[in-house]
């Protein structure tokens, strides 16, 4: 224990002082040591969960229905309807979303939403829809694959 006393003595303290400080600074070191081997535990862990997900593409998965759910939320509602997600609500349909449907030209959009305004606004079913001119029961068979009424 000399050079116990020795270091009191250049530090200008007691001896039971330094005991405490050597104590106080292993009680540390043991501290950070356990900080140091839990980190790498845990990095060890997330390395090895990577690489199983590498090995059986759940990672690719994922990302692909990633970029698959932010292209859905891009698409218009007209974009929507003509990929066959949705189906579009005539009685709330503006012209421009009509016009965007196949065998809707301008007029015919205009038409139709003249003829829902003289209707009340609102539609029961699209079968009503062959009392505007240019609609024929061919053209709204296929209209029906794209449009509601709710």
């Known amino acids: 224990m000399n050079w116990l006393n020795q270091l009191a003595t250049r530090l200008g303290l007691l001896r039971a002082e330094v005991l405490v400080l050597c104590f106080v600074m292993l009680f540390f070191l043991s501290g950070v040591a356990f900080k140091v081997f839990v980190g790498y535990h845990e990095r060890s862990e997330l390395i090895e969960k990577a690489q199983v997900q590498l090995f059986t593409g759940t990672e ?44 809707i030209g301008a007029l015919l959009a205009d038409r139709l939403v003249r003829f829902r305004a003289y209707k009340g606004g609102k539609l029961r079913s699209l079968d009503e829809l062959l009392e505007v001119k240019g ?3 061919e053209r709204l068979s296929i209209l029906k694959t794209y449009l509601t009424v709710e």
């Open 135 to 137: 609609i024929t029961p």
């Open 60 to 103: 690719s998965d994922s990302l692909l229905a990633a970029e698959e759910q932010l292209y859905e939320q891009s698409l218009t509602s007209v974009e929507r309807v003509l990929k066959g997600y949705t189906k579009l609500n005539f009685n709330a349909a503006t012209a421009e979303e009509l016009e965007a449907l196949p065998e």
